[in-house]
């Protein structure tokens, strides 16, 4: 502080002053004593009030509110159910169920009574009636085609409904002419209605159309500004919403459903339904035994090696880290031997879904050796673990849920780090491999 009182000097004489106008008290100029740059500690008003602090434990109150949005899996992704006065923004492609899905849990929380406002900007109001049809919900369910966020957040503050549903974030818009759609207008229309929605309590759900390129449609900003992004993606026939991110749970939660004619229906065996179309005794295939978010699934890699016409062999990887598949890779050929010089290899996550969990790195490791050595997998087998650049195998978190939905499923060979008594341990992928084909 010391600093601001020498912040200031007068332009006819030079004098240092510690106010920014008013007369020098050297020459007795009026007016001229400017803001010394290399003397101010920052640039701005003077005036400005002081930040307040609190003291952290002092700060009271209760946790907000959830409740439940009327599907466990979507609870799931969201850590609980829906949060009284927060924004969700739900991002995924064009037709892959957005709008179902937010007018099946609108349509839920209506049937309980609550108030929920459903924002149609996207379609006209008798599409959602029919959709609504189809679905056979929609009791007590109002709408609106009002896109301007002003009103809509007028709405809010008035009625305080539950629930708002906005279809979506990109068809609304603030002030006269503006355009919807365009960059600022999704940004300020998106801060209006959190402010709202904080301000009266109502959960806020937006709906974000993604490019072709997975990135919201609009700025960056709104991801920022919204307390979870709930991304709704396709996985074969199946649809997988996965949080993003959450500032009042996890991330990288999954919630499986699948698209029906009575539109979607949440999936409470995925793993069953991940493996349903696992051919049986085919080199290459293998079940992995990963954990997306806190759920332990089982899913099915799948690898091939073919001789490349190529001089740089193609490594296609689908569904999984190609970085992370390039060491495993890596590790075969340096560490066991495994001759993939001049062959081409694809590995795959079958059923479409994307794994970002470090223990399929066995599972890679074991479908690419069984593609080039041509020796199938034991079926009752899965298998779980890191594998590091040594070529040792690395524990991984939740082991022993994983193993625990291995055998539900019916897998009871679950090779494995050493750190559990359930698995058929081995310290590196050399003795995994062995564990993986003893007895054969
Ligand atoms: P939609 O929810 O409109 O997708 P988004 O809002 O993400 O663009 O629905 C997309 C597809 O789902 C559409 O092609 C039709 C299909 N569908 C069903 O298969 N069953 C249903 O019950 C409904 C309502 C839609
Ligand atoms: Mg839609």
């Known amino acids: 502080m010391a600093r601001v009182?020498?912040?200031?000097?007068?332009?006819?004489?030079?004098?240092?002053?510690?106010a920014p106008l008013g007369r020098c008290t050297r020459c007795g100029s009026w007016g001229t004593v400017v803001e010394d740059e290399a003397l101010s500690p920052a640039r701005g008003p003077r005036d400005a009030v002081p930040a307040q602090t609190l003291a952290l434990l002092g700060i009271e109150g209760d946790a907000p509110a959830r409740f439940p949005s009327g599907a466990v899996e979507v609870d799931r992704v969201l850590g609980g159910g829906f949060v009284a006065g927060s924004a969700v923004l739900l991002t995924g492609e064009p037709g892959i169920g957005k709008?179902?899905?937010?007018?099946?849990?609108?349509?839920?929380?209506?049937?309980?009574g609550a108030d929920?406002?459903?924002?149609?900007?996207?379609?006209?109001?008798?599409?959602?009636?029919?959709?609504?049809?189809?679905?056979?919900?929609?009791?007590?369910?109002?709408?609106?085609?009002?896109?301007e966020a002003e009103a809509v957040a007028a709405y809010l503050r008035a009625r305080r409904p539950r629930l708002a549903i906005v279809d979506s974030i990109q068809t609304m818009t603030l002030g006269d002419g503006g355009v919807p759609g365009a960059l600022a207008q999704v940004r300020d229309s998106t801060a209006v209605l959190?402010?709202?929605?904080?301000?009266?309590?109502?959960?806020?759900?937006?709906?974000?159309?993604?490019?072709?390129?997975?990135?919201?449609?609009?700025?960056?900003?709104?991801?920022?500004?919204?307390?979870?992004?709930?991304?709704?993606?396709?996985?074969?026939?199946?649809?997988?919403l996965r949080s993003l991110k959450n500032r009042f749970g996890a991330t990288g939660?999954?919630?499986?459903?699948?698209?029906?004619s009575e539109g979607l229906k949440e999936v409470a065996n995925p793993s069953a339904a991940f493996l349903a179309e696992r051919p049986h005794g085919v080199p290459g295939s293998v079940v992995a035994a990963v954990l997306e978010g806190q759920r332990p699934l089982l899913l099915e890699v799948q690898a091939?090696?073919?001789?490349?016409?190529?001089?740089?062999?193609?490594?296609?990887?689908?569904?999984l880290d190609q970085r992370r598949v390039d060491v495993v890779l890596a590790v075969l050929?340096?560490?066991?031997?495994?001759?993939?010089?001049?062959?081409?290899?694809?590995?795959?996550?079958?059923?479409?879904l994307r794994v970002t969990d470090p223990g399929a790195d066995l599972a890679v490791a074991v479908a690419a050796y069984s593609a080039v050595t041509n020796r199938p997998v034991a079926e009752s087998t899965a298998l779980v673990g890191e594998v590091g650049l040594a070529g040792e195998l690395?524990?991984?978190?939740?082991?022993?849920?994983?193993?625990?939905?291995?055998?539900?499923?019916?897998?009871?060979?679950?090779?494995?780090?050493?750190?559990?008594?359930?698995?058929?341990?081995?310290?590196?992928?050399?003795?995994?491999?062995?564990?993986?084909?003893?007895?054969?």
């Open 116 to 147: 929920v406002l459903y924002v149609a900007g996207e379609e006209s109001p008798l599409q959602v009636r029919l959709r609504a049809d189809r679905l056979r919900v929609g009791d007590g369910l109002a709408l609106t085609r009002q896109t």
């Open 194 to 240: 959190i402010g709202a929605a904080k301000e009266s309590g109502a959960a806020l759900v937006l709906i974000g159309h993604v490019t072709k390129q997975g990135t919201v449609a609009g700025p960056k900003v709104v991801e920022h500004m919204v307390d979870a992004t709930l991304a709704l993606e396709s996985a074969g026939d199946l649809r997988v």
């Open 253 to 260: 939660e999954v919630g499986v459903f699948e698209m029906t």
């Open 5 to 18: 009182a020498s912040a200031y000097v007068c332009t006819e004489c030079g004098a240092k002053s510690p």
């Open 394 to 440: 690395r524990s991984v978190s939740q082991l022993a849920r994983r193993v625990q939905e291995a055998e539900r499923a019916g897998f009871h060979h679950v090779v494995g780090p050493r750190s559990s008594e359930r698995v058929r341990g081995a310290g590196t992928l050399a003795e995994a491999l062995e564990a993986v084909w003893e007895g054969s």
């Open 304 to 319: 091939l090696a073919s001789k490349s016409p190529y001089a740089a062999p193609r490594r296609v990887v689908q569904g």
């Open 99 to 112: 709008s179902t899905l937010l007018l099946q849990l609108a349509a839920f929380a209506a049937a309980t």
């Open 333 to 352: 050929e340096r560490r066991l031997g495994l001759p993939l010089e001049g062959l081409d290899v694809y590995v795959n996550v079958a059923g479409g």
